[in-house]
C-alpha cells in the first residue's frame, strides 16, 4: 500500500511540474513577442486625434559629444551679498528703501533711534572732550619742562594720560564706525541713520516703521547683481570629468559661463559641488534655478553622429521598465526605446538613432503611452 501511495504521489508531482514548465516558456514567448518589436511600433494618429489629446512636439537637439547635464542656481559672488542688520535693540522710526530699488555706498536706508546709541554717543563725546583737556594738559607740561619748571616725570605722565585718553577715544569711535549708524543733525541724540555698504540693489526688507527688534536682528539685505555665478551640483561622476575653464551654457536663458571651481568632495545629499562664473548673462535672474550642459575640454565625441540627442525630459517616459520616447512621423507616432545618458528636470541626454530633422512628442506623451499599452 505504501509503495502504490508514493507511486501515485511521484506521479502526480511530475505532471505538475511538467505543467508548470509549459506554462512559464508560453508566458515568457508571449511577454517577449512586444519587446522583440518594441523598436517598431508605430501609432497611427490623424491630426485632429492629435489636437484632442493635447499632444505637442519639439526637434530634437544635435549633441556635439561630451555634454555634462547637470542643474545649478544663479547666485551672487562672494562678498556681493551683504546683510543689514540691527547694531542695537531698538526702533525702526522711518524706512526710506524698499525691495528692488538700486542703492550706492552710503545711500540712507532707514532711521534707527535706540537708547543705547544714545550712550554709545555720549561715550564718544565724553572721551573726545577728555582726550582733548589731557591734549592741553601735555602742551603745558612740555612748555614748563622746557622752561625747566618741572620735571621731565611730570611730563612723562602728562603724555601717558594723553595717549591714554587718544586710545579710550578711537575705542568709541570705532564701536560707533561698526554699527553702520550716521547722524543728521535734524535728528534725535538717540537716533542715527543706517547706510547702505555697497552699491547694488535692496533684494530684501524684513522691517516696517514702528517695528521694535533685538540687536542683531536683520533689516535688509543688498545685492550687487552686476557679476553673477553659477553654483552646480553634480554627481561624483560628473564632477570628476570637469575642470576649471571648461565652458557652460544655458540654453532656456541665451546665456553662458566658465568654470572656476570644482571641489569633488560630496555633501550628505552625495553631490558634488562646481562655481561658473556668468560671461553672457542673457536672461538670468538672481536666485533662480535652471538647467545647464557642460561642454569638457578635450573630450571629443567618439560615437557614431546621428546618435546622441538632447530633448527635453518630459518627451522621455517609462514603459516595461526602459527608456521610451515617440518620434513623429506623418500620420503617426513611432516609439522607440532609448539610452538616457545623463539628465536634468529640463534636458535629457538619450542616446538612440534618429534622423537629423526628427521631432519628438513632448506633451500628450501620457496618451500615447496609453495607446501603446492598449496595442499590447
Known amino acids: ?28 514567448s ?41 542643474s545649478g542656481s544663479v547666485v551672487m559672488p562672494p562678498g556681493k551679498e551683504l546683510t543689514v542688520s540691527a547694531p ?19 545711500t540712507a536706508l532707514a532711521y534707527f533711534t535706540s537708547p543705547m546709541l544714545g550712550d554709545v554717543r555720549r561715550s564718544l563725546n565724553e572721551a573726545s572732550l577728555d582726550y582733548k583737556n589731557t591734549s592741553a594738559a601735555a602742551q603745558r607740561d612740555q612748555a614748563m619742562f622746557d622752561e625747566g619748571i618741572i620735571p621731565a616725570v611730570r611730563l612723562q605722565l602728562s603724555r601717558s594720560k594723553q595717549e591714554a585718553a587718544l586710545a579710550q577715544f578711537h575705542a568709541r569711535e570705532a564701536e560707533l564706525l561698526a554699527s553702520g549708524m550716521r547722524f543728521d543733525i535734524n535728528s534725535g541724540y538717540a537716533t542715527g541713520i543706517l547706510k547702505a555698504p555697497l552699491s547694488g540693489i535692496v533684494s530684501e526688507a524684513f522691517i516696517s516703521v514702528g517695528q521694535r527688534v533685538e540687536a542683531g536682528a536683520i533689516l535688509f539685505k543688498l545685492a550687487d547683481s552686476s557679476q553673477l555665478q553659477l553654483d552646480l551640483q553634480l554627481s561624483s561622476e560628473k564632477a570628476a570629468q570637469l575642470q576649471v575653464g571648461d565652458e557652460v551654457s544655458i540654453a532656456s536663458r541665451n546665456a553662458k559661463a566658465k568654470i ?21 548673462r542673457g536672461s538670468l535672474l538672481a536666485g533662480e534655478l535652471v538647467s545647464v550642459t557642460v561642454h ?47 539628465s536634468t528636470d529640463d534636458l535629457s541626454l538619450i542616446e538612440v538613432v534618429l534622423p537629423q530633422t526628427s521631432k519628438v512628442a513632448i506633451a500628450g506623451v501620457a496618451s500615447l503611452r496609453a495607446l501603446l499599452q492598449k496595442d499590447e
Open 1 to 28: 500500500m505504501f509503495t502504490f501511495f508514493s507511486f501515485f504521489v511521484g506521479r502526480t508531482f511530475s505532471r505538475i511540474f511538467l505543467l508548470w514548465v509549459l506554462f512559464a516558456l508560453v508566458q515568457e
Open 30 to 70: 508571449v511577454l517577449a513577442q512586444p519587446v522583440a518589436n518594441a523598436p517598431n511600433i508605430f501609432l497611427s494618429i490623424t491630426a485632429k486625434q492629435q489636437a484632442s489629446l493635447g499632444i505637442q512636439v519639439a526637434a530634437v537637439q544635435v549633441s556635439t559629444g561630451g555634454q555634462i547635464l547637470a
Open 88 to 106: 542695537y535693540a531698538g526702533q525702526v522710526s522711518r524706512v526710506l528703501v524698499g525691495v528692488g530699488d538700486s542703492v550706492r555706498v552710503g
Open 260 to 280: 572656476i571651481g570644482v571641489s569633488r568632495a560630496v555633501d550628505a545629499s552625495q553631490s558634488a559641488r562646481a562655481r561658473a562664473t556668468i560671461t553672457t
Open 296 to 342: 569638457p575640454r578635450g573630450k571629443a565625441n567618439s560615437d557614431k553622429p546621428g546618435t546622441h540627442w538632447l530633448v527635453p525630459s518630459r518627451a522621455v517616459t517609462q514603459w516595461r521598465g526602459k527608456p521610451w520616447i515617440f518620434v513623429a512621423n506623418d500620420a503617426s507616432f513611432e516609439a522607440k526605446t532609448v539610452n538616457v545618458i545623463s
